[in-house]
């Protein structure tokens, strides 16, 4: 039977691996039941359609129910990257499919479930981890407990959902597929590109060689590109704000204290029979759960541990430290060894693998029956493993075994048998007590830093931010927070309330004393809140001002380029004739020349022999011949740069699924809620 905590561990997996996280929140229904009625806030918008608090924080349930405790940023902000994909399947990818005609029906859901259609929801779930193939017998037996068992009922509906969103993911996918093709034109230029090598010569005339003095750009004309170009400007909107850090720190008093408390306890430390009782019952004592060598200790440690001694007290990376052996194994350095992995479940087999494998093949044993796909392959090989990096679990059930032993193992939701394939010579290991005191500093310290905050942040939302910093001697940064970021640059710690305050502030708020999770400290005020999508023509003005000079400037100087010929152009142009070499169509940068791709272009496009007009690079302008044409030995065809290209544009259909995530334009202001 698969069980359900089997399902959650490879649905754990599932989640960040199939379609870009969770797909299909199965509790939406909810959130009529959360109280909120006519005040459920919005917290974003999908495709302009509003998604409410309810509806989210219901979708963001179900997700940390299969991701777990969110322990770190990192994994909070996954969490709600995968809420978001929930909630773009629901309201786009779903409805679009069943515009399309590419939902799935009863009848193809039933061939999903009964594996006449390939699913890859169902056959990671319900599917043999060697062969890939899907195993019915196993879906049957998990049917079976949904029967008497709402969880299992609501995990069933989840998967169902997910099978059928994933198999209107594929259709949809082979149908974009089957519309990607390489054209004519495409193909001949790629043959171009893979054959072609050209030689030529050049003039150029930089854009330096015109004073900008001599070529006058117009506020209108930049208002005028700005609007033709506006696209071009578009930016996250944002808001500024401008703090002082207070960071608590232990002074030299406190340094001294830590230091002397430190060395009273080394005394009693050294002296203690019971290390594992001391450690019990002392909180800067602990006894580590592995072993080391002395060759993985400092000299220092090594001189005095490998001798009975007691190493320090010392200062080490900010606290001071002493050490003792508490114990010592004498192990092989090293175990090859190979391993035989099963489900937590599967206890009678283990046994019966046990027995076999102390007179069969290990390595038959271990393709046929071992979860652990990448090792199965190879016979169950781990390789060899130092004694040292080993767990507690796997140390213990090591020690005293020789070439040859089978030991099994039963930890967390898999059984591993293990085969001890060879050993390496025996040595010394130990496993150490330490005594750690870091340079913290005292609570007095602590009070005095929040003092000095507190007096900070009531005297600025009297008197001023700026003025309060100048007159306490603070030193103040200013930081941009983008919509919807969760952090502020620069502020060490979680600043996600430093955030939170700034996105619900009014220009010249003061915060209150903000707290970091580091025990540092944070006052900020609000400088400018800029809703606007698109940077303002004033921001750019000076952008578009360089390209509209670069424009006439080149009006100015192709003008000048005239001839009949390459050296009549550098005459007039006061300029000399260059050779280019070696040059192919898909280089990025020419040698001499820079990277120009509009000069590229024309060399490989120009007919042989024929002048060029005057090209507008982005370093100067050009006028240029090509002179000759190398085409490889080894000559591209155009079949072979067809499929070549056809592959690449079937490739490419896979990303018309970010396209339709970038058109639904997903609006997030969940930040302050979540």
Do not use: C
């Not at 919005?42 to 129910?65: M, Q, R, T």
């Not at 519309?179 to 090598?197: D, F, H, M, P, Q």
């Not at 000048?560 to 005459?571: H, I, P």
């Amino acid at each position: 039977m698969v069980s359900l905590n089997t399902l959650r561990t490879k649905f754990g997996v599932l989640l960040s691996v199939v379609i870009a996280g969770a797909l299909l929140a199965f509790i939406f229904s909810l959130k009529t039941e959360m109280g909120f009625s006519g005040n459920d806030p919005e917290v974003g918008a999908i495709n302009g359609k509003d998604i409410h608090y309810s509806e989210f924080l219901a979708a963001y349930d179900d997700v940390k129910s299969q991701m777990g405790e969110l322990t770190t940023d990192e994994q909070a902000q996954q969490a709600l990257a995968n809420t978001w994909q929930i909630l773009l399947s629901d309201h786009v990818f779903t409805p679009g499919f069943e515009e399309l005609g590419l939902a799935v029906g009863e009848a193809e859901h039933k061939a999903l479930v009964r594996g006449e259609r390939a699913s890859n929801v169902m056959s990671s779930l319900f599917g043999n981890p060697q062969t890939g193939e899907y195993n019915v017998e196993a879906l049957a037996a998990f049917l079976a407990e949904v029967e008497n068992n709402p969880q299992a009922q609501k995990a069933w509906s989840f998967f169902s959902k997910q099978a059928d969103l994933d198999r209107s993911m594929m259709k949809y996918q082979a149908l974009v597929q089957k519309g990607a093709y390489a054209n004519k034109l495409e193909i001949e230029r790629g043959v171009k590109s893979a054959n072609n090598t050209y030689n030529g010569r050049y003039v150029v005339s930089r854009y330096t060689t015109v004073a900008d003095s001599l070529v006058t750009v117009s506020d209108s004309e930049i208002k005028a590109y700005y609007k033709a170009n506006k696209a071009q400007y578009e930016r996250t909107p944002y808001r500024t704000i401008s703090y002082v850090e207070f960071n608590v720190e232990p002074t030299e008093a406190d340094k001294a204290a830590v230091e002397a408390e430190a060395k009273a306890a080394a005394e009693q430390f050294a002296t203690v029979s019971d290390l594992k009782a001391y450690t019990r019952d002392n909180r800067h004592a602990s006894v580590a759960q592995t072993y080391i060598t002395a060759s993985q200790m400092t000299a220092e440690e090594s001189a005095a541990l490998t001798k009975g001694k007691m190493y320090g007290p010392a200062l080490v990376a900010d606290q001071w430290r002493a050490a003792r052996v508490a114990e010592v194994r004498n192990v092989p350095e090293k175990y090859t060894l190979s391993h035989i992995v099963l489900n937590y479940t599967d206890e009678k087999l283990a046994d019966s693998l046990v027995t076999v494998a102390k007179k069969g093949d290990f390595a038959a044993l271990a393709s046929q029956y071992s979860l652990a796909t990448d090792t199965a392959a190879e016979g169950g090989k781990i390789g060899e493993v130092t004694y040292a990096s080993l767990a507690p679990q796997f140390a213990d059930a090591l020690l005293g075994k020789k070439k040859g032993d089978i030991v099994k193992i039963s930890m967390g939701n898999v059984i591993q048998i293990l085969k001890v394939e060879g050993v390496s010579a025996i040595q010394k290991h130990y496993k150490l007590a330490t005594l750690e005191y870091p340079l913290v500093a005292s609570q007095q310290t602590q009070r005095d830093v929040h003092n000095q905050a507190s007096l900070f942040a009531v005297t600025a939302a009297k008197e001023g931010f700026e003025a309060t910093t100048n007159a306490q001697s603070q030193v103040s940064r200013t930081v941009t927070i983008e919509k919807a970021a969760r952090a502020v640059r620069g502020i060490d710690g979680h600043s996600l309330e430093v955030v939170f305050w700034a996105n619900k502030a009014k220009v010249g708020d003061v915060s209150e004393l903000i707290k970091l999770d580091n025990n540092h400290y944070v006052v900020a005020t609000l400088t400018e809140i800029n809703d606007s999508e698109y940077r303002s023509v004033n921001e750019v003005a000076s952008q578009i001002k360089s390209t509209l000079l670069r424009d006439k400037k080149f009006e100015l100087i192709s003008a000048k380029m005239a001839g009949a010929t390459l050296e009549e152009v550098a005459a007039a142009a006061e300029s000399e004739v260059k050779n280019f070499e070696n040059v192919k169509y898909d280089a990025y940068y020419i040698p001499g020349i820079g990277v120009e791709p509009r000069v590229l272009g024309a060399i490989a496009s120009l007919e042989q022999g024929k002048l060029s007009a005057p090209i507008k690079g982005a370093s100067g302008v050009f006028v240029l011949v090509t002179d000759g044409v190398t085409v490889a030995d080894e000559a591209q065809t155009l079949e072979a740069e067809k499929v070549k290209q056809q592959a690449a544009a079937e490739q490419s259909a896979t990303r018309a699924f970010y396209a339709v995530q970038e058109l639904a334009d997903v609006e997030d202001n969940t930040v302050g809620y979540f």
